[in-house]
């Protein structure tokens, strides 16, 4: 008899049940036999009596012991390991799963010394997602006509879907062009190295990710600034200060949430810039700056005064290695404490204390944010001011700071420009044929993928037709029915998923089931100078199939069998680890489950000092001057302004237009639930227990102002659309800003927001439209 | 002796639900059953608001009322201080769930798998499908008997949880709470409170009963005047408590105290957020 087993009889037989039931019977009516009770015979009894409906019937219940879940007298549980998928791709937080019968009946946060842990309630949820009943298990085809409300599938074998797939594409690329093929991921990170390898094998230049709504706009930014793609950094062993802008990881990445509060018990102090208090602002901001959503640029520049007016920069920094400081000074000198506050309404001592408690706390550390502030329309000039910042206090490749530099010759999505075929597409040009080079320069000078927010008009004018979709959901963009109607209008499309999601696949011509986490291998995960292999944990449920196996089997189909390895995941990955040139094959992966430690040079500070940050081993920054560049010269030579200046949003209740008059509250949008990503997860009732409806928040005063309270019914409209969610009425939102947790279809706010792009970046006004709220 | 114990740092509680999840996947509850309930606690108007998550489940009392009240003796406390049911004897009859103050007792009466399929998911058929027997935490007792820890301790992304011998000072709960934990009652429950958060809330808001001489939480009130509180009252606002993180909330007035009393026997609320049913026979109460 195992021990956990002995254990527990050892406890029930300490409590003598005679005693128990003595003492409490009178309490029972029912009850009457003197001799005692046990569960069988109460049972028994009041199932003959008809007493009790719940319990009659069908009775058959096991007597066990509680939990027992590793109960050790389990001994066919094995332990294997993933990494999850259910937010997006990027943490990928380890699992144990614990497997019976090959199927996986527990999941864990991953306890061995994995660099990312513990689980979040999604990630514990992703077991419910693998059994969902309702996933997506086989590939399907249209019977009828797209966009009808009542779509019609048929399931295929995989043979016919590539077979039509191929045809279809290679129709449309020899009478159009490859170009009119668009290759895009939605929020799945994964697998995009494939699929970009894969638009580049065909030839065409119209691979496009969620990215270019989210994200990106952030990286390019600190591109612009210091040469360097980031998002910032979590506070390290020497960092005395934080500057947290418009991220909330307490809910959108709650791995890192234990760390942050481990950092504030160390001592460091933190400032959190955020329209909304949320979990981060309530637990780790001394200061916290609750701006008017879409007002960033002002506190940014506000910020940056008081550096230089507090004389809180590090001057010899700024001597040596920066450009455009005397310019940028006079700039944000109009910016004072009391400008700021009218513009953004942070009171003005507040802003003179944060940037006190920053500046005289170096080295300090940045962590922004892939949306909260980007999605304003002035995003491109503003969230590089808020890069400028550590830049200006010294804090770049230093201890403590931001750390910069290559690591590792992975991207974000663990993989390569190599293995993505870069050097094939600069060579052939394809820069010069995107279709968003004239409309989004500086983002078609940064990233070779395409900014996807012009698909409508790309659709309409007959330069897209056609398009291998992953994951694609038509509600990321703003006034979505417009994404709908262009996807519904190429010729033919198929969709990769995990479930049917009727918003988008309504619209498409195929859908393809995708393996979730569980039951695939890449992407590789990227852990400093760690490399982990995820093997798959369990075979595919169905007829699923991993996305990269998907991908290359897509890709010999449309006759690129060597350049796909055969459809082989691991021939691909085999590949990508050989242009890394680390010498690293999957055999050593395999060999290492703990993770393969890449040896590697010391960690060295200031490598732009020493000319290790360079291509051309120059002592400098990776920006076209060589220095962090206050005055980007990429903008001035594009012709925009360099600068980070500050513009009013475009709908703002500050300086309505005549159309913005009559919706007076701000509508910020997008940001992170913990139990939902985007639209998914909906469908896990361990999830959607927490959060069953759609919901607005907004302050009492407005909510009052409108006779609303908390629960009632709520329509929130614009000029463009209409919603109905239910009303939350709370402090944690400011007055005059209304707070929408997107991705609901039965209420899609981007009905509402606005596709008034930002030309730097391309980025959509998520959160700076305007709205009113009225009670329905 | 050895006395287990919990302590939540509130500070690191984000009110992300991810104990509630993982309690409910490792001890096999059914559709509509949570034996971790997270709360919500807001206070101040801006631009002074604060709010924190308060998630709570069965305080492990140092001398049960639902013990005293089980008629079969299925509840009992062990030599560690825990509260357990012993299923096998476990008759349902509600009177637990009635004794508890906390509202941490659960009527498990409904067979059922959380998507409604005939089948049971590999998740759900691991280990032992109970129902009808009334159910609670247990610190996930046999993974401490193991030497591990409880799934809502081991998945916290906040690290909030900690559990532990309070008996062994060199513990780290005994060390945590050294930093100025607040004790619930005579429990084997603590919560390191944030330094501004007004001194009643927490009891006004895990317990179902409020004695006459604690008074409910004025400052709450007071901050949340005009406003629908965001603690789950009327079926509507459940909605709305869940939207920003909150499972469920205990019931807290003397009425819900006496309805659950009432109905205990024909198995009032069964507790969780996901329950809709439970919700709106809710509503109104307050």
Not at chain 1, 478 to 506: C, G, S
Not at chain 1, 608 to 614: F, H, I, P
Not at chain 1, 663 to 675: C, I, K, Q
């Amino acid at each position: 008899m195992p021990k956990i087993t002995e254990h527990w009889r050892q406890d029930t037989t300490g409590h003598g049940v005679e005693g128990a039931i003595m003492d409490n019977t009178n309490n029972t009516g029912s009850i009457t036999e003197a001799e005692g009770i046990s569960r069988r015979n109460f049972v028994t009894g009041t199932a003959l009596a008809g007493v009790t409906a719940g319990m009659a019937g069908g009775f058959g219940f096991n007597l066990f012991h509680p939990g027992l879940a590793f109960a050790a007298d389990d001994e066919s549980l094995e332990v294997r390991h993933s990494y999850c998928d259910m937010c997006n791709h990027v943490p990928k937080c380890g699992i144990d799963c614990y497997i019976k019968d090959e199927k996986i009946v527990r999941v864990e946060s991953r306890t061995d010394g994995y660099p990312v842990t513990p689980l979040c309630a999604k990630g514990i949820a992703s077991l419910q997602e693998l059994y969902d009943p309702h996933r997506l298990l086989s590939p399907m085809k249209r019977t009828n006509e797209k966009g009808t409300g009542t779509p019609e599938w048929e399931q295929i074998t995989w043979d016919e879907a590539y077979a039509t797939i191929a045809e279809r594409f290679n129709k449309i690329k020899a009478q159009h062009g490859a170009d009119s093929v668009l290759f895009f991921c939605g929020d799945p990170k994964e697998p995009r190295g494939a699929m970009q390898r894969l638009a580049t094998l065909f030839g065409s230049a119209s691979y496009g990710t969620e990215s270019s709504v989210c994200a990106a706009a952030s990286w390019m930014s600190a591109n612009m600034v210091f040469g360097q793609t980031s998002m910032g950094q979590d506070p390290g062993e020497a960092t005395k200060s934080a500057l947290i802008w418009s991220l909330n990881p307490a809910w959108s990445q709650p791995n890192r949430f234990k760390g942050l509060m481990n950092a504030k018990e160390r001592g460091v102090k933190f400032v959190v810039v955020d329209p909304r208090i949320t979990p981060t602002v309530n637990s780790l901001a001394d200061v916290h700056l609750q701006l008017r959503p879409g007002t960033d640029g002002a506190l940014a520049a506000g910020f940056i005064n008081q550096l230089i007016e507090q004389d809180l920069y590090d001057k010899d920094f700024v001597e040596n290695w920066t450009v455009g400081f005397e310019e940028l000074k006079a700039y944000v000198s109009a910016y004072t404490p009391e400008k700021v506050e009218e513009i953004t309404l942070v009171p003005a001592d507040k802003l003179i204390e944060a940037a006190r408690l920053i500046g005289s706390n170096a080295p300090n550390t940045l962590i922004t944010s892939s949306k909260g502030g980007c999605h304003a329309t002035n995003v491109g000039h503003f969230q590089r001011a808020v890069f400028m910042i550590p830049a200006l206090l010294g804090s770049l490749d230093v201890a403590g700071g931001l750390t910069l530099g290559p690591g590792l010759p992975f991207d974000y999505a663990a993989s390569t420009p190599a293995f993505q075929l870069e050097d094939v597409y600069t060579e052939q040009g394809f820069q010069d044929r995107r279709y968003d080079r004239d409309e989004f320069p500086v983002w078609a000078r940064y990233y070779k993928m395409m900014q996807t927010v012009h698909l409508p008009e790309y659709v309409k004018d007959g330069k897209i037709r056609a398009g291998v979709l992953l994951g694609v959901n038509a509600m990321m963009w703003p006034n979505t029915p417009l994404y709908q109607e262009a996807i519904k209008n190429m010729e033919f499309t198929v969709a990769l998923d995990y479930y049917i999601r009727p918003w988008t696949h309504d619209y498409v011509d195929m859908v393809l089931p995708a393996a979730m986490c569980y039951e695939r291998s890449a992407a590789l995960g990227i852990f400093g100078r760690k490399i982990y292999l995820r093997e798959p944990v369990i075979k595919p449920l169905g007829e699923a199939r991993e996305d990269w196996q998907i991908i290359m089997e897509l890709g010999c189909a449309l006759g690129y069998e060597e350049e796909c390895f055969g459809g082989s995941v691991d021939g691909a990955l085999e590949e990508l680890l050989a242009t890394t040139g680390l010498g690293v094959t999957l055999d050593d992966l395999r060999a290492a489950p703990g993770g393969y430690d890449v040896p590697g040079p010391a960690p060295e500070e200031r490598k732009y000092a020493s000319g290790k940050l360079r291509k051309d081993g120059q002592p400098g920054f990776n920006t076209p001057t060589g220095k962090v560049e206050f005055v980007s010269k990429v903008l001035t030579d594009l012709g925009f302004e360099g600068l980070p200046i500050y513009e009013e949003p475009l709908h703002s209740p500050f300086k309505p237009s005549e159309q913005d008059k009559g919706y007076p509250l701000v509508l910020n949008t997008g940001s992170r639930v913990p139990f939902y990503t985007h639209s998914k997860l909906r469908d896990l009732p361990w999830l959607n227990q927490f959060m069953p409806e759609p919901v607005v928040r907004l302050n009492p005063q407005d909510a009052q102002a409108r006779g609303l309270t908390g629960g009632d019914k709520a329509r929130v409209y614009n000029w463009q659309g209409e919603i109905e969610m239910t009303a939350e009425v709370t402090n944690m939102v400011m007055p005059g800003v209304v707070d929408i947790f997107h991705g609901w279809h039965q209420a899609d706010v981007n009905l509402l927001t606005t596709r008034d792009f930002d030309p730097i970046t391309g980025f959509p006004p998520f959160a700076s439209g305007l709205c009113e709220v009225a009670k329905v | 002796m050895t006395r287990q114990a919990m302590l939540i740092d509130l500070s690191r509680c984000a009110g992300c639900c991810g104990c509630v999840v993982a309690c409910q996947m490792q001890n096999n509850t059914r559709p509509g059953v949570t034996w971790v309930k997270v709360d919500c606690c807001e206070w101040g108007e801006y631009p002074q608001a604060r709010r924190t998550y308060l998630p709570h489940s069965c305080m492990q009392c140092d001398a049960p009322p639902c013990v005293a009240a089980c008629p079969t003796g299925a509840s009992y406390q062990n030599e560690e201080g825990i509260t357990l049911v012993n299923y096998e004897d476990c008759i349902c009859c509600g009177q637990c769930e009635a004794a508890c103050p906390y509202g941490a007792r659960h009527l498990n009466q409904t067979e059922a798998n959380w998507f409604d399929t005939e089948t049971p998911a590999p998740y759900e058929s691991y280990g032992v499908q109970r129902v009808d027997v009334a159910e609670k935490c247990i610190f996930c007792n046999e993974l401490l008997a193991e030497g591990r820890q409880p799934a809502c301790v081991i998945n916290c992304p906040g690290g909030a949880r900690v559990i532990g011998d309070i008996d062994d000072p060199e513990s780290a709960i005994a060390k945590k709470i050294a930093s100025g934990a607040k004790r619930v009652g005579e429990t084997g429950f603590y919560y390191l409170e944030p330094a501004d958060m007004p001194g009643s809330m927490v009891a006004s808001k895990v317990m179902t009963v409020v004695s006459a001489d604690e008074p409910e939480a004025e400052e709450h009130q007071k901050a949340q005047a005009g406003i629908s509180p965001v603690v789950v009252g009327a079926a509507g606002v459940a909605v709305v408590a869940g939207a920003v993180g909150i499972g469920v909330a205990a019931k807290r007035s003397s009425d819900k105290k006496k309805a659950a009393a009432a109905e205990a026997g024909a198995g009032a609320h069964a507790g969780a957020g996901a329950d809709k049913t439970a919700d709106k026979k809710d509503g109104g109460d307050r």
